[in-house]
């Protein structure tokens, strides 16, 4: 039961690590919807950012995505919330998709991240 619980991050303990950022698992579906497929391959400032295949991507569209996890703390949820709204603004002034600006797909709260 142990391992199962490490492995699934079942358990706060193993959420995040000691700065705050999300330590996810290869397995791990977020939101009900994202199966991890690949672990950060670093840390930025802000966050970190998984591969995932989208459970629900419709179709025609990729169902491998980018989730950002951002560090858990008060600063960097606005400076998330920010950027929401920046993709937001640029993904609508683009909408068929043709400056090749990253689209924003989803945002969702996994585990206070």
């Given at each position: 039961?142990?391992?199962a619980?490490?492995?699934?991050g ?14 996810p698992?290869i397995?791990?579906?977020m939101?009900?919807?994202?199966l991890?497929?690949?672990?950060p ?15 629900e991507?419709?179709?025609?569209q990729?169902e491998?995505?980018?989730?950002k996890?951002?560090?858990r ?6 400076a998330?919330?920010?950027?929401v ?12 998709n043709?400056?090749a ?5 989803n945002?969702?709260?996994y585990?206070?991240?």
């Amino acid at each position: 039961k142990a391992a199962a619980i490490s492995f699934t991050g079942a358990s706060n303990e193993d959420w995040d690590d000691e700065e705050g950022y999300y330590v996810p698992k290869i397995g791990e579906v977020m939101d009900e919807r994202y199966l991890i497929t690949d672990l950060p391959s670093g840390k930025g400032v802000f966050g970190n950012v998984v591969k995932a295949k989208d459970k629900e991507a419709p179709a025609g569209q990729d169902e491998i995505v980018a989730i950002k996890c951002m560090r858990r703390n008060d600063m960097m949820t606005q400076a998330a919330e920010k950027e929401v709204q920046i993709l937001e603004k640029l993904n609508r002034s683009d909408k068929k998709n043709k400056k090749a600006v990253v689209r924003l797909l989803n945002t969702f709260a996994y585990r206070r991240h």
